[in-house]
């Protein structure tokens, strides 16, 4: 029972909260600190389910990144924010838009004068929390692994017999065979949900960029409509879809930075065709990023869309990928034992 809380307790902070604070230190703010941000939450759904050996090797190595970034991000802060304060008047070297003021500002390195609650939040407390909320990742993985030791000592030291493991495996596949048609019901439901999300990704912004969901789309309902089993040709298509979504919500976050929109300039005809919109803006006259609200609202619900899409199907993807990694070793294990 206790393993079973720390495993919920477990996900519920690195399949929830952990990429919640990511999600948060990369939308409310742009800088080079949001944009490593960005990457690791893209990154969380390729490192499979939550085990033993997950825990110990990719998701310890993903929350000491995070606990390094975020506190190279807190002494950085500290160390810009001392040095202004020992100034005789604060800030006064950053009053004029110049371009180190530009390049401190890509690094999140802002002054703090006149500002409110909800600016000292987006440029500071941002990494406190994101920093704290990995500490205690870091802290429950170890005293996860340290009761699966735990565990593991203890049945190693009871034998068993054989004929109990076969009655196991026997009750085992009664139960699997019990639950197959719910299995298959959920199969067709997760199915259904990839058709809407696809199907909302392709048309909620016509686009050249969008025009790949348009495409994939097409294929599951031609597909579909003909009672086609979705086989491993399938399975790789949607692999390279779910690269391609990571691409393409990357690109869109970098193009929200002002030396990318210097380049392209936004609501142009390349904007439009692309689908690249501005939709926070930078400038020299305020402090605060400037969110444009002169937008469509299809703008504004693109990115939430592929995002979406993005982590349905990266989720669904590493399980895919689990369970054919789990068919194998059991076949495998199957041929030992016969040979």
Known sequence: KLLLITHVILNG??????P?????GTIFRFSAISLIYAFLLLVIPWLGTINRRTIQTRYHLLILVVILISLLAIIAQIIFQSILIARKRYGHMLNNYTKITQVLQYFGLECLD???AIRIFRLIFLDIVIFAISIIDFFVIQ???ISIRRRQTSITSNTTNRSS???SSNSTLKKINKWSRLLSIVRF???FIQFIIVGFAAFVYPSILNSIYFIFFLIITFLWSLSIEFDKRFALIRDLLVIY????LFTFYIYQFTFFLEAFVPLSLWSNVTGLISIVTHNCTRSEPYIATNLAWNDYINPCAILLLYFYFAFQTNETFFQRKVQSNTTTRQSLELE
Not at 245 to 248: F, K, R, S
Request: hydrophobic residues 55%; contains cysteine; glycine residues 4%.
């Open 13 to 18: 902070l690195i399949l929830f909260l952990l």
């Open 20 to 24: 919640l604070a990511l999600l948060s």
């Open 114 to 116: 006149n500002s409110n």
């Open 143 to 145: 005293c996860t692994l």
């Open 165 to 167: 493991s076969m009655n």
């Open 189 to 191: 439901m997760c199915l």
């Open 245 to 248: 979504t990571g691409i393409h």
